[in-house]
C-alpha cells in the first residue's frame, strides 16, 4: 500500500440529477479539491492512484460519478469494491431531492433528464431513484437539497469539507480485553470477539496483535475482511455528524477475549484507515503490556 494515501482525500459525488452536484463540484473546487465531473468508474482507482503519486500537490479530489456515464455508471460497485480490497479510503456523498422539486428545477432550467430521451420526466427520476438506491446506502453523507438554497447548500458543504473540519477533533481508538472489564469512558464498543481467534494455535499463543503472523491470520480472514468493510463505513457516516454536532472527540473501543491478539490488530488497522480520512487518531493498547511483561 502506498503510504501516499495517507495524504489524499477522496469523495465520490453522487446522487439525482437536478440535486446540486454541479453547484456541490464547484464549492469543492473552492476549498481547493482537484475536481472531474462524469468521471468513468473504470477509471477510478487508476486516477487516484495517480493523485497518491503527485508528491503531495494533490491532497484532495472530489469526483463527480452519476447516471450520465450510461452503460460505464454501472461498473461503479465493482470499482468501490476494488477501492476497499485495495485499503483506498473514500467517502461518498449522496445527493438527493424530492420528486416534484426535481421536476421543477428541470423545467425551470429546460434541461433534459439524462434518462428522459422522450421527455417524461417524473418516470425517469423515478428510474434514476431506482437505480441509485443501492449507492445511497452506501453512502456516509446524504444531503437532500429539496428546500435547501444555493446559500446553505454553500454551508452545508463548508462545514463537512472546509479543511476537513478536523483540526479539533481527536479519535482515540483502545484496544481491551473483557476478560479484564469494559472501559468506562467509550463513545463506540465494538466486540470483536467473534473473529478467528490466534490464541488456540500454538505458535501465536504468546504472541499479540503487533506481531506480523498474529495481523496476517487476523486480517486474512474473510470474515474479518467483510466486518472492516461494513464497520469502516459505519465510522465514516457517523464521524462527520459527530464533528457537525460540536463534538471534540471520539473514544472508540474494540474488545476481545483478552486484549492480546485481535482487538490489538483491529484498533491499529481502524487507527491507520482514519488516519488517512485525515483524522488525529491516537490509539492505545490497555491490556497490551501485561503480556509483553509475561512473554
Do not use: W
Not at 500454538?202 to 486480517?219: I, S
Not at 468493510?229 to 455528524?241: D, G
Request: net charge negative.
Amino acid at each position: 500500500m502506498n503510504e501516499d494515501n495517507q495524504e489524499l482525500h477522496v469523495v465520490i459525488i453522487t446522487g439525482l440529477s437536478g440535486a446540486g452536484k454541479t453547484q456541490t463540484i464547484n464549492c469543492l473546487e473552492d476549498m481547493d479539491y482537484y475536481c472531474v465531473d462524469n468521471m468513468p468508474p473504470a477509471l477510478l482507482r487508476k486516477f487516484i492512484e495517480l493523485s497518491m503519486q503527485s508528491e503531495g500537490k494533490i491532497d484532495k479530489v472530489a469526483l463527480v460519478i452519476d447516471v450520465r456515464g450510461g452503460d460505464f455508471f454501472h461498473n461503479l460497485s465493482q470499482a468501490l469494491n476494488e477501492l476497499e480490497e485495495s485499503q483506498i479510503a473514500y467517502e461518498i456523498l449522496f445527493l438527493e431531492a424530492s420528486d416534484e422539486v426535481l421536476v421543477r428545477r428541470f423545467k425551470e432550467s429546460r434541461r433534459r433528464h439524462p434518462l428522459a430521451p422522450q421527455d417524461r420526466l417524473l418516470d425517469a427520476i423515478r428510474m434514476e431513484r431506482n437505480i441509485l438506491e443501492e449507492l445511497r446506502g452506501r453512502a456516509n453523507v446524504i444531503l437532500d437539497t429539496s428546500d435547501t438554497t444555493p446559500r446553505v447548500l454553500k454551508e452545508k458543504l463548508n462545514d463537512l469539507y472546509s479543511e476537513r473540519e478536523t483540526g479539533n477533533f481527536a479519535i482515540h481508538v483502545v484496544s481491551f480485553g473483557y476478560k479484564m472489564g469494559i472501559p468506562l469512558d467509550c463513545d463506540i464498543m465494538m466486540d470483536v470477539r467473534f473473529l478467528p481467534n490466534p490464541f488456540y494455535d500454538p505458535a501465536m499463543t504468546t504472541q499479540t496483535g503487533m506481531d506480523d503472523e498474529v495481523v496476517d491470520y487476523v486480517m486474512q480472514s474473510p470474515i474479518t475482511k467483510s466486518f472492516v468493510r461494513r464497520y469502516m463505513n459505519i465510522l465514516k457516516f457517523l464521524i462527520p455528524h459527530y464533528i457537525q454536532e460540536g463534538k471534540t472527540n471520539l473514544a472508540i473501543s474494540i474488545g476481545c477475549t483478552g486484549g492480546q491478539h485481535r482487538s490489538v490488530v483491529l484498533a491499529n488497522y481502524l487507527g491507520n484507515q482514519l488516519t488517512k480520512l485525515g483524522y488525529d487518531v491516537m490509539v492505545r493498547h490497555r491490556d497490551l503490556a501485561r503480556y509483553k511483561k509475561d512473554a
